[in-house]
């Protein structure tokens, strides 16, 4: 019988051969053989980063910095986090930082590596001065791009209270108690109010967060119209009561807008050239005797005497120029309408809504800038001019064809780069030559039918309206004037892009309004312009008319109605329009809200400057006489060019179930913004006409394009008239 060996000796025994195989195996492949594995660490694996941080002082007073030390191994990328937001990167071994927190702060210090992350922190602990204390509040603390927020910082204990910007911006405040700041910041900003003593600093910090606005593809047709020659004040000086005594001075953002206007500074005067001082008056008058706001009048009321680019900004001379125009023109007998005022006292006088109860209740329901002015210091059509080319006038300070008698110019100009752009166009004419008043410059000429407009005074316009007394065959798209009701077919007009105001109105119900639409006013009849005849409540009923008509029309619902005056024509106004001096004479409580000056749109269009003919009274491009300012080395037109000064403050609404409401922008700007704005939506390959359209800003803080405000449009006034008055209100000889 065989023996078997014993189960548990092979369970014993299979484990130890095993044991004894590998080791044989392990001994042959390291004599000689492929050597063996280190199986207890794995060389691919990187090492750990690491962090440390310190701060040195750990505790520092308001104002005052520590420095931050960072070391770091194995790391490929050091940052340090700060619990106030900011951060800093440092090298890949660490380094050194200075902070400045404003509050206490823990700080963390990432080294990132390709192993893994560490992490490490410190804290600095600010101790605040006693006595000294300052806040911050944003409101509001969202905005979209070009809309403002009014910072309000309160302090106490200070010597003084300054508040900076993370985008740069600094303001210091005129009290040490602190007061308001409007702000336009472009991107979301941290703004840092500061209170300084002598025990130390202490500050605060609010944020406002900036966000795109919709974009302006939602505005389809920009319809632009000017009336004629009055100043800001003269017409919307005394705004701020009305909007208040009707609650409409707090727009849906929470925000109470007022504008720069006259009711708080109605103890300022003029002084005749006989001594007398004129003191701002409420008209009694709907008409008042002409006057003037030419080159040699428009810096003589910045400062009567003096046209120095040094020259005080003494704001001095409108009753002066009022005076002097009065008296020429009774002596010469060459100006329109009467003049019984020789003493100037209607320049100092001011409307309100007793007459413009239909402008005010729009100014007030929309948009109305208080920083909106004429885009040169001249007369009507100098003015008209700038804005369809841009702003250039190509060196001449006065009437090219009515002062200087040379005719159409080759201006760059609006009309010609929406043809460019294939972007369609249209100027609707209120009246005829022979329908304005007589001696009326803004007329144009002509015959009894032509169209009164400016355009003449662009030679490419002559594409589209020309005279044509021999009744030669019309060129390109015109027609024989008979088309606009000319039995005589004195001229050719092309009615796709210059026609009578009935047009305007059948557009409106058709939906086929242009893109553009420029709308001359009856000029001598209802365009508002001072005379001894004409009423300025027939100017209002006038726009009455065609704005009501604009809201209720199939076009409301995606276009935008800027309407506003194409100069200041005489009466006073008291705000500087010279760079660097805009906000003189805004009040000290007012003055936060008005942190940009004009300087910032006021630029030279071009190459050309105000100079004087060597052929007197003009040529192509210069036309100075030779009492002009500017005819002078010294003068400020000598040395700034049309940036020197520009034209005063206009009246103006914006109109647009976009509009916001109850706004007042304070952003400086003049007549070629509108031109920028149709650049930008229509043509929009960011070239623009001259160097002054391209500095405008670009209007989108008057507009809310996510809220619509206006889907359904106000329902405004019935306008006044001598009826609703209950008498005759033209009464120029008592004002």
């Known amino acids: 019988m065989k023996m078997r060996p014993h189960r548990s000796l092979y369970r014993i025994l299979s484990p130890l051969a095993a044991l004894l195989l590998l080791s044989l195996l392990l001994a042959f492949t390291g004599c000689g053989g492929a050597k063996s594995a280190d199986i207890s660490t794995d060389p691919t694996t990187p090492p750990a980063a690491t962090a440390s941080i ?40 660490g380094g050194t930082q200075a902070v400045t927190p404003t509050a ?39 905005i979209t791009a070009g809309a403002n927020s009014t910072l309000t910082v309160t302090a106490a204990g200070a010597t003084a209270v300054t508040v900076s910007g993370s985008d740069n911006s600094n303001y210091t405040f005129p009290s040490e108690k602190g007061g308001k700041h409007t702000v336009t910041p472009s991107t979301t900003t941290t703004y840092t109010a500061e209170a300084t003593s002598a025990a130390g600093k202490v500050s605060d910090t609010a944020t406002v967060t900036v966000t795109a606005p919709q974009s302006t593809q939602a505005i389809n047709h920009v319809i632009f119209m000017m009336q004629e020659n009055h100043t800001f004040d003269n017409y919307f000086g005394m705004l701020n009561n009305y909007r208040r005594d009707k609650n409409m001075n707090t727009g849906d953002d929470g925000h109470v807008y007022t504008v720069d206007g006259i009711d708080d500074k109605l103890n300022l005067s003029n002084k005749s050239d006989e001594g007398v001082s004129i003191p701002l008056y409420k008209f009694k008058s709907s008409c008042i005797d002409d ?38 023109c009774a002596l010469s007998l060459v100006c329109s309408g009467d003049f019984t005022d020789t003493s100037g006292q209607r320049a100092m006088g001011y409307y309100d809504e007793d007459f413009l109860n239909y402008y005010y209740y729009m100014a007030s329901q929309f948009a109305v800038s208080d920083r909106w002015f004429s885009p040169i210091a001249a007369k009507s059509n100098p003015n008209r001019v700038a804005t369809f080319t841009g702003g250039t006038t190509q060196g001449l300070v006065f009437d090219q064809g009515y002062d200087d008698h040379i005719g159409s110019l080759s201006f ?35 015959n009894a039918n032509y169209p009164a407009t400016a355009l003449g005074y662009i030679t490419y316009t002559k594409n589209y309206l020309y005279p044509n007394p021999t009744h030669a065959a019309c060129t390109g798209t015109t027609q024989p004037s008979s088309v606009v009701g000319d039995s005589s ?90 760079p660097g001096h805009s906000n003189d004479k805004t009040t000290g409580s007012d003055k936060p809200n008005y942190p940009v000056d004009i300087a910032s749109v006021s ?35 000598a040395v700034h060019g049309f940036g020197a000064q520009i034209g005063f403050r206009v009246p103006n609404i914006v109109i647009s179930p976009f509009t916001r409401r109850h706004y007042v922008s304070h952003v400086p700007m003049d ?15 960011g070239k623009y006409l001259t160097s002054r359209d391209a500095a405008q800003p670009s209007l989108l803080d008057f507009f809310d394009f996510s809220g619509t405000p206006w889907t359904t449009p106000p329902t405004p006034p019935v306008p006044a008239t001598n009826a609703t008055i209950g008498r005759n209100t033209c009464t120029p000889s008592s004002m």
Request: glycine letters at 10%; charged letters at 15%; hydrophobic letters at 35%.
């Open 412 to 446: 760059p100009n609006i009309f010609h780069a929406l043809d460019t752009a294939h972007v369609s166009w249209k100027v609707y004419y209120s009246d005829t030559s022979g329908e304005c008043g007589i001696g009326d410059s803004d007329c144009g000429g002509g």
């Open 104 to 142: 206490t702060t823990i700080y963390t210090a990432t080294a990132t590596g390709a192993g893994s992350n560490a992490t490490a922190t410190a804290t600095v602990t600010v101790t605040k001065p006693a006595g000294v204390t300052v806040t911050i509040v944003a409101s509001p603390t969202a």
């Open 291 to 328: 006057a003037t706001s030419d080159w040699l009048a428009s810096y003589g009321d910045v400062n009567r005497y003096n046209f120095l680019a040094s020259r005080p900004m003494a704001i001095d001379g409108f009753v002066h120029n009022a005076e002097g125009f009065a008296k020429n």
């Open 671 to 685: 007549h070629t913004a509108i031109i920028k704005f149709v650049e930008d939506r229509f043509i929009g390959d």
């Open 54 to 93: 310190s701060a040195s002082p750990t505790s520092i007073a308001a104002g005052s910095t520590s420095t931050l030390t960072v070391t770091a191994a194995n790391a490929t990328a050091v940052t340090v986090t700060g619990s106030d937001g900011s951060t800093h990167t440092l090298s890949a071994t």
């Open 603 to 637: 630029v030279s269009p071009d190459g050309f400057k105000p100079c004087v003919p060597g052929t007197p009274p003009a040529t192509a491009h210069c036309d100075l006489r030779a009492d002009s300012p500017g005819a002078h080395s010294g003068d400020a037109a």
């Open 489 to 578: 077919n004195y001229f050719c007009i092309d009615t796709n892009h210059i026609a009578p105001i009935s047009a305007y109105y059948a557009d409106l119900t058709n939906g086929t309004l242009p893109s553009f639409a420029f709308i001359e006013p009856g000029y001598g009849i209802n365009d508002e312009h001072p005379g001894s005849f004409q009423p300025i409540l027939l100017g209002q009923q006038q726009m009455a008319k065609i704005i009501n008509a604009f809201m209720a029309s199939p076009e409301w619902k995606d276009s935008v109605f800027f309407f506003t005056y194409d100069e200041g024509g005489g009466p006073y106004d008291h705000v500087p329009p010279v």
